[in-house]
Nanobody
Framework: QMQLVESGGGLVQAGGSLRLSCAAS????????MAWFRQAPGKEREFVAA???????TYANSVKGRFTISRDNAKSTTYLQMNSLEPEDTAVYYC????????????????WGQGTQVTVSS
């Protein structure tokens, strides 16, 4: 089971940028598929982006062209670069990992971090 710790959240104005980090431990990071989800108050957790062990990426339509997911296997860390942020991006962002699959459904993922708050002001 992977232990995941997110960081990098904060308060930013609309149009600004943030970079989230997810430090992983407890497994062979290079073999894991990684993803970011987010959850706004009163809403369900939703898929944001994923990167598989072979560096193939997938994005939600709402963030395509604005967000970039990446990984550094030497540092066992996944990143989410978020540009052109909008108030609708306000949410708690969660990092997740799975050794066997990539899915846009949160229930399919095994290991989760505690989340980091991103707030975008208008």
């Amino acid at each position: 089971q992977m232990q995941l710790v997110e960081s990098g959240g904060g308060l930013v104005q609309a149009g600004g940028s943030l970079r989230l980090s997810c430090a992983a431990s407890g497994g062979t990071f290079s073999r894991y598929n990684m993803a970011w989800f987010r959850q706004a108050p009163g809403k369900e957790r939703e898929f944001v982006a994923a990167i598989d062990w072979d560096y193939m990426t997938t994005y939600a339509n709402s963030v395509k062209g604005r967000f970039t997911i990446s990984r550094d296997n030497a540092k066992s860390t996944t990143y989410l670069q978020m540009n052109s942020l909008e108030p609708e991006d306000t949410a708690v962002y969660y990092c997740t990992a799975d050794a066997n699959k990539v899915s846009t459904g949160p229930g399919a993922w095994d290991d989760w971090g505690q989340g980091t708050q991103v707030t975008v002001s208008s």
